[in-house]
């Protein structure tokens, strides 16, 4: 089993150099854009309590309904919090 994560990283590694070249390649900025757009949908940039990776857009999408709930105080306060870990 080692042998097939090792051979998988290194596939990984290798396509990543591969990318990497061929993005120091490109000459028009058009191409550049698209794929930051790509990476900025795709990459991870945070995990939930649970654990699960956020993509930069799941986390935006959480981040607006939270601001939502504030607009509509639809949250608890600290103090609210702490009365009610009280009774855990």
Do not use: C, F, H
């Not at 042998?3 to 290798?14: A, E, F, S, V, W």
């Not at 550049?32 to 930069?56: A, C, Q, R």
Request: net charge negative; aromatic share 4%.
């Amino acid at each position: 089993m080692l042998g097939i994560l090792t051979r998988n990283k290194m596939n990984i590694q290798t396509a990543k150099l591969d990318v990497m070249q061929k993005i120091l390649t490109i000459k028009t900025e058009s191409i550049i854009e698209k794929i930051n757009k790509i990476l900025d949908k795709e990459m991870i940039v945070g995990y939930t309590v649970e654990g699960k990776p956020l993509t930069k857009e799941a986390y935006n999408k959480r981040l607006q309904k939270a601001e939502e709930q504030i607009q509509l105080g639809d949250y608890l306060t600290q103090e609210e919090i702490e009365r009610e870990s009280e009774n855990w």
